[in-house]
């Protein structure tokens, strides 16, 4: 049977429907240029937030979050951004990063070789200070060499910290790394900072160790008002973790370092044997004459690798070796 039909007078506001579904009005896909942003960098990240100082000047701090346009672009430390919104920097004002320049160098590591998710650490710093301890905790050349596969990767300059030297004799540790021109200084507490402030001035240098080696004791030398966390190392010869983020400091004449938290290894899965070979001039051209698949370790696994060819670079050509068997062990520390 049938509903009769209704006249037109009989309806009301209840008996509209509306259909859900997108509207009917395009979306534009014009986006601000954003002509007045000023440029900063990234000193400290938390929880959404990023802590910047405008034009490199470490009074005129500002707190900032991720524009919603750049979706999920990773924000490091050491980034150089262009901001908008409220650049007073008073308290509880937020202002929004709108870009995110192109990184000269770029610090990376996986959590271990088989994570498929590298992480940035740091952007564009100019060096990368590798701070060891001599004894408690003990040296480990793999992690050292390691984290020089990263820097040299990366587009930084690695160089050797010591600490705690009056604890243990270096030169057969520091030895492992001849051929590689690696510079070494000495940061231990007893140690004069002179040398140590000479390679910092005026650059943007990374920080990266252990736990427990001494980092953020160092870091609180250099920067007096820096406050940085130190720690005990723990029974079973490892550090316990202090810095828990990365932040980076202005050197009282000049220049900044960016302490990172103490890393329990540093993995490189993200990394390939011609990427260490291309990171060096001097041998760049020659693994062109390598066959297919060559990982450049020599003989018996590469007996044709063009490495071996090189005349006067067999010491040298050892040394970036070493560093392949280190990117190739299974032990990411």
């Given at each position: 049977?049938?509903?009769p039909?209704?006249?037109?007078?009989?309806y009301?506001?209840?008996?509209?429907?509306?259909?859900?579904?997108?509207s009917?009005r395009?979306?534009?896909?014009?986006r601000?240029?954003?002509n007045?942003?000023?440029?900063?960098?990234?000193?400290?990240?938390?929880?959404g937030?990023?802590?910047?100082v405008?034009?490199?000047d470490?009074?005129?701090r500002?707190?900032?979050m991720?524009?919603?346009?750049?979706?999920r672009?990773?924000?490091?430390?050491?980034?150089?951004v262009?901001?908008?919104?409220?650049?007073?920097?008073?308290?509880?004002?937020?202002?929004?990063?709108?870009?995110?320049?192109e990184?000269?160098?770029?610090l990376?590591?996986?959590a271990?070789?088989?994570?498929?998710?590298?992480?940035i650490?740091?952007?564009?710093?100019?060096?990368?200070f590798?701070?060891?301890?001599?004894?408690d905790?003990?040296?480990?050349t793999g992690?050292v060499?390691?984290c020089m596969?990263?820097?040299?990767?990366?587009g930084?300059?690695?160089v050797l910290c010591?600490?705690?030297?009056?604890?243990?004799a270096?030169?057969?540790f520091?030895s492992?790394?001849?051929?590689?021109d690696?510079?070494?200084v000495y940061?231990?507490?007893?140690?004069?900072l002179?040398?140590?402030?000479?390679?910092?001035?005026d650059?943007l240098?990374?920080?990266?160790?252990?736990?427990?080696?001494?980092?953020?004791?160092l870091?609180?030398?250099?920067?007096?008002?820096?406050?940085?966390?130190v720690g005990?190392?723990?029974?079973?010869?490892?550090?316990?973790?202090?810095?828990?983020?990365?932040?980076a400091?202005a050197?009282?004449?000049?220049?900044w370092?960016?302490?990172?938290p103490?890393?329990?290894?540093?993995?490189?899965?993200h990394?390939?044997?011609d990427?260490?070979?291309l990171?060096?001039?001097d041998?760049?051209?020659?693994?062109?004459d390598?066959?297919?698949?060559?990982?450049?370790?020599?003989?018996?696994?590469d007996?044709e690798c063009?490495?071996?060819?090189?005349?006067?670079k067999?010491?040298?050509?050892?040394?970036?070796?070493r560093?392949?068997?280190?990117?190739n062990?299974n032990?990411p520390w």
């Open positions: 049977m049938s509903r039909r209704r006249s037109a007078a009989g009301d506001e209840s008996d509209v429907r509306v259909r859900p579904g997108r009917s395009p979306r534009t896909k014009t601000p240029q954003h007045d942003a000023e440029s900063a960098m990234v000193v400290s990240v938390d929880r937030r990023w802590g910047c405008l034009d490199g470490p009074e005129r500002i707190v900032a991720r524009a919603r346009e750049l979706g672009t990773p924000i490091v430390v050491g980034d150089q262009d901001v908008v919104g409220d650049l007073s920097g008073k308290p509880d004002t937020l202002a929004r990063i709108v870009r995110v320049g990184r000269r160098t770029v990376r590591r996986t271990d070789d088989t994570d498929p998710f590298e992480r650490v740091v952007g564009n710093a100019e060096k990368l590798v701070v060891v301890a001599l004894a905790p003990p040296p480990r992690f060499e390691r596969v990263a820097a040299y990767v990366g930084l300059r690695p010591l600490t705690k030297h009056d604890l243990a270096d030169s057969e520091a492992a790394f001849d051929d590689l690696l510079t070494i940061g231990g507490i007893d140690d004069p002179d040398p140590v402030l000479d390679m910092l001035t650059h240098t990374a920080f990266i160790g252990h736990s427990g080696v001494g980092k953020s004791t870091v609180n030398r250099l920067v007096p008002d820096a406050d940085r966390a005990e190392v723990s029974g079973v010869g490892k550090g316990k973790h202090t810095s828990t983020q990365s932040i400091l050197l009282p004449g000049g220049g370092v960016i302490d990172t103490g890393v329990r290894s540093f993995g490189l899965a990394i390939t044997p990427d260490v070979i990171a060096f001039s041998l760049a051209e020659a693994i062109e390598c066959p297919r698949g060559c990982t450049h370790l020599g003989p018996p696994a007996p063009a490495l071996d060819s090189l005349p006067d067999e010491r040298r050509v050892a040394a970036i070796r560093l392949l068997v280190a990117l062990s032990d």
